[in-house]
T-cell receptor
Framework: AQTVTQSQPEMSVQEAETVTLSCTYD???????LFWYKQPPSRQMILVIR??????QNATENRFSVNFQKAAKSFSLKISDSQLGDAAMYFC?????????????FGTGTRLKVLA | NAGVTQTPKFQVLKTGQSMTLQCAQD?????MSWYRQDPGMGLRLIHY???????DQGEVPNGYNVSRSTTEDFPLRLLSAAPSQTSVYFC??????????????FGEGSRLTVL
């Protein structure tokens, strides 16, 4: 069974600095989707970035980028120029693309604090 | 743009009571699911559905029931509430056809307390 591990329960970053959140996963599949979701204090889950495993190029969305290392099964999220609004819980998630298999596996989350 | 709508947002129950969490989506998504979120445990899948009339169990299905009579609605029923079911519940949906990327769209969550 697939698993997703986020080994950092909590991280802190100074405003305007860069921070990297770690995520590792375990799977025997060769193709799959990976996601980072943000959960601010409002509780609403928001998609930050997604990566398809067959794409070698790392996904980027404005100040958010990933370092996808398929062989190492690692999917870290880098937040550049951190802002106070980035403070939130961040969840890494895995999904198999196989037809009929739509289970999403989430990590336990990393709470990011942004210091002014 | 309603997206995924969950009700109620807050609920307090006594042990043994039953209740239904409602979830509706207006995006014509085939996939719908329920998660519970507990501190330090992330989101755990309770039940999911890939279309009307089709449901399946997730990681923590015990004590919960679901049905999917329409594409839009996916209610979650607590049959006999227990304190262990105190949690925040999320409904989420996704498109599965047409080369969709599989992004999950979430409701705002429902905080349930069982006394």
């Amino acid at each position: 069974a697939q698993t997703v591990t986020q080994s950092q329960p909590e991280m802190s970053v100074q405003e305007a600095e860069t921070v990297t959140l770690s995520c590792t996963y375990d799977t025997s599949e060769s193709d799959y989707y990976l996601f980072w979701y943000k959960q601010p204090p409002s509780r609403q889950m928001i998609l930050v970035i997604r990566q398809e495993a067959y794409k070698q190029q790392n996904a980027t969305e404005n100040r958010f980028s990933v370092n996808f290392q398929k062989a190492a099964k690692s999917f870290s999220l880098k937040i550049s120029d951190s802002q106070l609004g980035d403070a939130a819980m961040y969840f890494c998630a895995y999904r198999s693309p196989l037809s009929g298999t739509y289970k999403y596996i989430f990590g336990t989350g990393t709470r990011l604090k942004v210091l002014a | 743009n309603a997206g995924v709508t969950q009700t109620p947002k807050f609920q307090v129950l006594k042990t043994g009571q039953s209740m239904t969490l409602q979830c509706a989506q207006d995006m014509n998504h085939e996939y719908m699911s329920w998660y519970r979120q507990d501190p330090g445990m992330g989101l755990r899948l309770i039940h999911y559905s890939v279309g009307a009339g089709i449901t399946d169990q997730g990681e923590v299905p015990n004590g919960y029931n679901v049905s999917r009579s329409t594409t839009e609605d996916f209610p979650l029923r607590l049959l006999s509430a227990a304190p262990s079911q105190t949690s925040v519940y999320f409904c989420a949906s996704s498109k599965t056809s047409g080369g969709a990327s599989g992004e999950l769209f979430f409701g705002e969550g429902s905080r349930l307390t069982v006394l």
